[in-house]
């Protein structure tokens, strides 16, 4: 198993292909089937973001240490035009974009540790963490 799985999206089909080695990546790493089914799904709820938003983006996938176990960090980023007000963007039912609004809060409901950082024009960088 590699310390990290790095991967870009700029179609369906790669958001198919990452969405399915994260479920591996994290199975391997020793998560049991419930959790992987989390990260996959933050996964693919993010990635769909970067195909509706910005067009294209990256998905970075590594294991990560902490005294009390160890886990998978996700970090996600993309050169897209950002996020106006990230605190109204975090909150349920929120879309600027016509869907229903639970995308960000539920991967953050989903992983353990979720940091949103955006700029206006610049792009967006999301990093999640789920512990075993």
């Keep these: ?22 479920t591996r990546y994290s199975q391997e790493a020793g998560f ?14 993010l990635g769909r973001n970067i ?3 910005a067009g294209s983006g990256e998905f970075l996938l590594r294991h990560v240490k902490r005294p009390s176990g160890r886990g998978i960090e996700m970090q996600v980023s993309d050169h897209g035009p950002g996020i106006n007000d990230t605190e109204q963007a975090m909150q349920d039912n ?39």
């Design 51 to 53: 195909l509706k938003y």
């Design 94 to 132: 929120f879309s600027s974009g016509g869907t229903l609004g639970l995308g960000l809060p539920g991967v953050k409901r989903l992983m353990d540790e979720f940091t949103l950082e955006s700029s206006p024009g610049k792009g967006t960088r999301i990093t999640a963490r789920k512990w075993i």
């Design 1 to 22: 198993m590699s310390a990290e799985l790095r991967r870009k999206i700029s179609s369906e089909m790669d958001l198919r292909r990452v969405v399915l080695e994260s």
């Design 32 to 45: 049991d089937e419930a959790p992987s089914r989390m990260i996959a799904t933050a996964v693919s709820e």
